[in-house]
């Protein structure tokens, strides 16, 4: 069983970054496929990126490529995500979730999630 923190979110201007953690707890973090999503008010919950387990393969909702960057560190049980020219509409609430040895597609369910963190864009 693994638990998630999520951090790094905040308040920041239209075209500002901000970059997320997720802290994982537990053991095997490096057997543990991680995602990001996100979910604005009244909206459903939304698929961005995740980076399998092997930390070679990773996935994007293609609105979100190029600005969004997901990376992992397993000797710190982390993962990123690295927001780039950010947008008002990219503002919501942020989660990861773990899936162990998911294959990371878009489609996959996880079995773990954190508490999400709030991320808000000004214009």
């Known amino acids: 069983q693994v638990q998630l923190v999520e951090s790094g979110g905040g308040l920041v201007q239209a075209g500002g970054s901000l970059k997320l953690s997720c802290a994982a707890s537990?053991?095997?973090?490096?057997?543990?496929?991680m995602a990001w999503f996100r979910q604005a008010p009244g909206k459903e919950r939304e698929f961005i990126t995740s980076?399998?387990?092997?930390?070679?393969?990773?996935y994007y909702t293609d609105s979100m490529k190029g600005r969004f960057t997901i990376s992992r560190n397993n000797a710190k049980n982390t993962v990123y995500l690295q927001m780039n020219n950010l947008k008002p509409e990219d503002s919501a609430v942020y989660y990861c979730?773990?899936?162990?040895w998911g294959l990371g597609s878009p489609g996959d369910e996880y079995d773990y999630w954190g508490q999400g963190t709030q991320v808000t864009v000004s214009s």
């Open positions: 979730a773990a899936d162990q």
């Open positions: 537990g053991r095997a973090f490096s057997s543990y496929t």
């Open positions: 980076i399998r387990w092997e930390g070679a393969t990773t």
